[in-house]
């Protein structure tokens, strides 16, 4: 007796072959049987005619452990189909914490949630913190080598002395053990930016101890991204762990087409055996903190003084100087034009929300750089932007490579409360879907059993995940059931906080989390442990 069945769907597995009409039968958490089941007689059971059965999403790319927090339904990741987020990505996650430099990592912190206290010390701590509560899909947690420097020496911008690195050292081989899956760079980000390559050798080492890989937002993803993807492929090699690229792309138009470059430096380490993947996500803008903009020395100290430096006549013609040059180091502000960047997010000036710099700056009498240095002070920090800046023929070669998987670089987020806050990029509301419909059903970049294979196979082949990201007998029961015809994200730059359509069902670990459209309630994700 099967506990659910699904009737008459097109199963595509998630390993990358063609799908064909079969039912799957669950028992508890399980998938149980894949075939023909109609003698098999089930507690309830879904007629699914017409529809494509696959696993759950695994979204390679997430921020979502500063929402979760407050949004155990996972509302915009779980209706896209995503049952299990990688979190603690791009350098930042929400432990360690240590006494002398918790206010520092209250100011790295990209979003406060309301009871998010930092009560925990170790990552072992907030894990089982996190844990209590349940949420509505799985979580993967990395640690953020941001968070553990602001452990360690907080946003001091020099290389760690010996007892410093030890601690960052110990402080990371405690979260592996505790159930963390790897360390995440954000090298562009100070204080992770701060990091030469040894730093990151150092802590990768142990990573690779145990078994686990390393994730990175590259030094530079302009003008310097072919370095940047040479030194994360020297960290692998150098520290024997895989390493995943985050986010890949070439941003600033002088640097269009430098994707199929990054690409072939990828190539060229598989080639030579190094395990090394990417991820990406289906647009053409990028999103991040305002204050990125900012030359990384700008944060030396923290955030206090940074504040400090933004009132500073002195220091702030020194920023301006070093903004305006052709072209950053960080490569942020590449050769964008400030009509490129769109503001997504304010806690206080909501005025700028969904509006480009160059119109700010318009209506406030004042040159858009000194608008932005203004609302980076006023925001202390937390204000988040949109950079128009990205190719789509970059990002169209990206999603075609077979070693590049999905990852939304979104967070869950939801249409209602303070999750519905400014307009954040639609990203963290249509990833999948708008891979599934625009760019393989619409432009046919990927065909479907290949996009799939994107979203399930290839991510939990990183991940070393043998139970889920497929569909087949033993495998826990992850999947969604969705229209591959009617199948398309809905969430735009105007209005990012929009569901998509044709996801009808999702189950995780055996339960419905969306039935018929709509949540359940249900929260029945575990947060996963390494195998
Ligand atoms: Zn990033
Ligand atoms: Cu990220």
Redesign the pocket.
């Known amino acids: 007796m099967l506990d659910l069945k699904i009737e008459g769907a097109t199963v595509i597995d998630g390993t990358g072959v063609t799908g064909g009409r079969a039912d799957v039968g669950i028992r508890g958490d399980a998938i149980a049987a894949v075939g023909d089941l109609s003698r098999e007689s089930a507690a309830s059971t879904l007629r699914a005619a017409g529809r494509v059965v696959a696993p759950g999403f695994i979204d390679m790319?997430s921020?979502s452990d500063w929402r979760l927090w407050e949004n155990r339904r996972a509302e915009s990741k779980i209706r896209q189909g995503v049952t299990t987020e990688v979190v603690g990505?791009?350098g930042f996650s929400p432990a360690p914490v240590s006494d002398k430099f918790l206010d520092d990592l209250r100011g790295f912190a990209l979003y406060l949630p309301k009871g998010m206290d930092f009560a925990w010390r170790s990552v072992g701590d907030y894990l089982r913190a996190f844990d209590q509560e349940g949420t509505a899909l799985n979580v993967v947690q990395l640690v953020g080598h941001g968070t553990l420097r602001i452990a360690a020496m907080g946003f001091a911008r020099r290389a760690p002395e010996a007892a410093e690195l030890t601690r960052m050292q110990r402080l990371l081989a405690d979260a592996m053990e505790d159930g963390a899956w790897g360390l995440s760079t954000g090298l562009i980000y100070a204080p992770g930016s701060y990091a030469t390559t040894e730093e990151i050798v150092e802590l990768a080492r142990v990573a690779s101890r145990h078994r686990g890989f390393y994730a990175s937002?590259i030094r530079g993803e302009g003008a310097t991204l072919l370095d940047a993807v040479r030194e994360a492929i020297h960290v692998g090699r150098e520290a024997d762990l895989p390493v995943q690229v985050?986010?890949v792309k070439a941003a600033g138009r002088p640097n269009w087409g430098r994707v199929a470059d990054a690409l072939a430096l990828i190539d060229a380490a598989r080639g030579e055996g190094l395990d090394v993947m990417a991820d990406v996500y289906p647009y053409t803008a990028s999103s991040t903190t305002v204050r990125t903009l900012l030359p990384d020395w700008a944060l030396e100290g923290g955030i206090e003084a940074m504040q400090q430096r933004l009132g500073d006549p002195e220091a702030r013609a020194r920023i301006r100087a070093e903004l305006m040059a052709p072209v950053t180091g960080q490569g942020v502000l590449d050769r964008i034009g400030w009509e490129n960047i769109m503001i997504a997010f304010c806690a206080r000036r909501k005025d700028a929300e969904g509006r480009r710099l160059s119109e700010i700056g318009a209506a406030r009498g004042m040159d858009p750089l000194d608008a932005a240095l203004e609302l980076i002070a006023d925001e202390a920090g937390k204000a988040y932007m949109i950079l128009f800046q990205l190719d789509e023929k970059d990002l169209r070669r990206a999603l075609a490579h077979p070693a590049v998987m999905i990852g939304s670089?979104g967070s869950s987020l939801a249409p209602y409360g303070p999750l519905a806050a400014g307009k954040p990029h639609p990203r963290s509301y249509g990833t999948f879907p708008r891979v599934l419909g625009e760019y393989t059903r619409e432009q046919r970049v990927l065909g479907l059993p290949e996009a799939i294979h994107k979203m399930t196979g290839l991510p939990a082949r990183r991940l070393g995940l043998r139970d889920r990201g497929i569909v087949r007998p033993g495998a826990k029961a992850d999947l969604v059931v969705f229209d591959p015809k009617r199948i398309a994200d809905r969430a735009t730059y105007e209005e990012p906080h929009r569901y998509p359509v044709g996801i009808e069902h999702v189950v995780v670990n055996g339960r419905f989390v969306v039935k018929d459209g709509q949540h359940t309630g249900s929260l029945p994700g575990k947060l996963l442990t390494p195998p």
């Open positions: 790319h921020h990505n791009c937002h985050s986010h670089d």
